[in-house]
């Protein structure tokens, strides 16, 4: 067989197989497999450089389904490779089986999860950027996209950082087949309308009839040859391409067919193919030298420092210690502080830009390799890529968010501005870790805790500054909390984080004056919680809690200290102070007033509680 | 003084109030501003159609300024044309000013709130879609936008939404200062970019100096006359325009001037013009026929119907009673049955496609004119407009989500298909209204409850049939709850929503035969809660609570629960039973059994909790 043939019939394998494990499970999308199955049948059998054997080899290419549910394919792949065989390709979407419905990294070949549209390529566009800036290696990201998910704005992100960046290892794969879910595409098979706008954004473009293996072949080998920008591979395409029943026909996304058997027959039967895979070849990419000791900077108590201020400095020396640490900031890195950063290290600075997706998504790109990436922005920004951390969990990332500028503390630029959800949405990712400190000292040291911290970690800062409260030789555990105020006859406990640590102390000294005692718990550890100091809390006044957050109620730190004690044998009365109404611009005093957070709110539910009831 | 004479004044009156309201509230964005004097100028003085003592009226323009921290300039114009008056403009950014540091509908004439990037655009679309498709009325929509905030995705899903549905009453005026908030775009001056980039998505672009009054004039005059699709005017102009020391200069993004009376004398001092904006003429556009009676579906007990079926068929029920409503969904509406209103009254309905930003950014752009949008796609991609939605609230949008395919119970797709965040997300929207339906009786009259609805309002419906176990005539208000197994030995409540409340019933069954009487709370209103009917089951049960929820444990519906007793005098012991480690592919009974939520894990923990301790 020569390579033309055999890449026709490698196409036609990936279809049967598509329909035979689709068959299998009973459902799946068959049809989005076999419209790109010769696009990637070229791919696996000519271009791809990748040990399956050791998929974390930092040479290999990189493979990316954006178009998740094409995942019949991708298994397909796999097993014409080799690295699976044909009775673990029928366990397809079982329970208990790592082939599920959209590929996820319980596969060792599958570095991301897809399913979410329009993520695969500005996750793609970190990889490269990884492979190209900080590895320097032979690695080529492939993306796989569909047509239908061009609709998404992401993508348009990653086209424009794509570019502008000059990715030319980077090849996005657009698999045209028309026809979406419930219809056709806004652009249909005007293919010249797709290599318009990336050509619009600084691609180079090549228009092909996506079932020819031998234009295939030529434009992969032309992408090869480009450089200094991306490649895309505008190929038209048919849905279900070689069955009669479904080619290129509406009503039949997401179905097993109804007649594999005659489907199979049809496209001349199953086939068992075995291709080997070019495994990568050179020397490997020099690796980032080893961690040094880490001069985190620090402050003396009583200084006034923003924590935000702070985090860009224990970042830099993060990443003075730690070549692994690279930072990404979308273009507010004057306001986060991730410009310190910049400065001292810029080889492994990102600028993304006011495009929040492809921040996140870059930091997931990069983590793929090892690198460490921090990405910041204001932390209300962070609700326009929720969709992608919540992905990135999926994919079982290690990510490090930070957000500034949280709660009504910022100020008079106003409600668009001020994070009030973010510890909710953060909170209810899978393993996520979410920390809010009140000072620099206490910020540095989560900072360097994120570095060695797996899973999606964040950071909420605030804008104003605040005084240092603790010696820089004070340590705060992830899982912790400080007691800044306490004694043994404590009537109530004060639990804050942030802004209102201070707010909080304000109010245990006023309750002070008037002779009640007040506990006052930092809780920078919002998740997990330090439940412990909680409980004793509760024990030492007779269950008398007052939590205050500059942020909504739901699904914030007075619901994860309620949380803490939902089985408890003793269960303590606790007030919840969050912001109530819609915040305006002011000044920070004003604001915090006006939410009901501030000193006197604190100190008038602590009095409220300790009146309302004896002691236990 | 001539038109033109008279523009070039209004530009530099536009400036100088710029400068004088951050220079009295010290911050704020007058280089910003500045930038697009000249542009907003012409369009106040000559083409904007608007009554400002009736900012209601249908026929009136559109305004918006996607670059929300240019609000100086705003204020500037409201000035100008008689809406404030100058000691109103110097209130800027003050507590209890309703000029706030980004523009907000606190202002009559603010239709909604910017500051988040990237979002006027596609509101702007929402907007002009209801114009030109609903409405057929006069009103053009006009979108001031910034360079800096054409790297948002969002930007792009407007263009190509714009386009597809040859808005031609839309113009965007872009103002292409070059400078973002820390240094240049990545397109910086290359205007010839952003008009390649926007003919490829189907736009009219035409580039000017947008300084020059003249160039301004010829290009609105154009944008009125180009039919089919619209247009952007693409000028080059200086951030900082007419001030020597921050003119095109890095460094002074959102501050003050440093020296405001020398850059006003440089302006040519305080000018005090007045505008009379051209009100707009005709006759009103033909509004909807009011309510009829609304024939709500009806299924029986007993039938197996999926939710969100039951909210295709209700919605289209509404959509036949209530010519206001609408629906919009994100290429799923096979999946979502929005579909069935599509068919039904295909003029009120429009495809977003795989595009869930501009899907919600159109529902807020459509509910400013009086439409009740209701907007579908899967619950988990609502995710992706999570930013939209947090600034809907701050937009005092009236808005109806519905999403799909909620939790594990979706099956064999996996976990990126399954939205395990959206009750914490959505309960952390202020205002907001969460209802999860566990049977099509219910969700049809929660679907009615919704269009009566004001604020953000979010419906969550399953992927599997369930059984009807409500009849047709029962109620179910928001904020109530339903309790379908009860007495007055009730030993445990078990509190569930949607397919929960399934499990729920099941467990009370198996309970039953060990003689342990469980209460089964079905909470479907989860924000605003029932909070005295979980009252109840606590004094019956002695104080013993399973919550139990397909979503993540943090910002759920237990928390939900355990904040409605934080401050109760006597508070349950509440086993909060949610979502743990990560789901794959698999059957929906698999998935329920390996979360841990299902009816063997609730009875397990009703047990534990029975036996734990005697009744108070």
Known sequence: MNNVELWRELGQQFRVDSIR?????????????????????????KYLRYDFDRPDDPRNDKLVFSKGHASTLLYAIFRAVGAIDDEELLTYRQHGSRLEGHPTPVIPWVDVATGSLGQGLPIGVGMALGAKRLERGPTRVWVLHGDSEMAEGSVWEAFEHAAHYELDNLTAVLDVNRLGQRGETMVGWKTDVYVKRAEAFGWHAIEIDGHDVEAIDRAYAEALETSGRPTVVVARTLKGKGVAAVENKPGFHGKALDDPEAAIAELGGKRDLQIDVAKPSGDPPAQPTGAKPVQLPTWQIGEEV???????????????????????????????????????????????????????????????????????????????????????AISQANLRLSGSHAGVS???????????????????????????????????????????????????????????????????PIGGSKVPRSSDDDEVAIVGAGI???????????????????????????????????????????????????????????????????????????KVLAVTGMPHSGKPAELLAAAGIDADHIAQAARELVSAGVRA
Not at 21 to 45: F, R
Not at 410 to 438: F, K, N, W, Y
Not at 537 to 556: K, L, P, S
Request: net charge negative; charged share 20%.
């Open 410 to 476: 910022i100020g008079e630029d106003g409600p668009s501005q001020m994070a009030l959800e973010d510890i909710a949405a953060l909170r209810a990712v899978h393993g996520s870790t979410v920390l809010h400190p009140c000072d620099a000292n206490q910020t540095a040291r989560l900072v360097q805790a994120m570095a060695a911290r797996e899973g999606i970690s964040y950071l909420r800062t605030l804008r104003p500054a605040t005084p240092v409260l603790y010696g820089p030789d004070e340590d705060f």
């Open 500 to 574: 209102t640590v201070h707010e909080a102390l304000k109010a245990a000294d006023a309750l002070a004056d008037e002779g009640i005692s007040a506990r006052v718990i930092d809780l920078y550890s919002i998740k997990p919680l330090d439940a412990e100091t909680l409980r004793d809390a509760a024990e030492v006044t007779g269950g008398r809690i007052v939590t205050v957050e500059d942020h909504w109620a739901e699904g914030g730190l007075g619901e994860a200290v309620l949380a803490a004690f939902a089985e408890a044998e003793e269960r303590p009365r606790v």
């Open 21 to 45: 494990t689709a068959a299998a499970a009973k459902s799946g999308h068959p049809t989005s497999g076999m419209s790109a199955a010769d696009l990637m049948a070229v791919l696996v059998a």
């Open 306 to 392: 923003a924590t935000r201020l702070a985090y860009g400095e224990a970042l830099t020396a993060m990443g003075a210690a730690d070549g692994w640490v690279v930072a990404l900031d979308g273009e507010v890195s004057n306001s986060t502080y991730a410009e310190i950063f910049a400065k001292a290290h810029p080889e492994r600075y990102f600028e993304m830009f006011i495009a929040e997706q492809q921040l996140v998504a870059a930091a997931v790109g990069l983590q793929t390799r090892g690198w460490k990436p921090f990405a910041s922005t204001f932390a209300a920004f962070f609700s326009r890529a929720y969709d992608f951390i919540r992905m990135a």
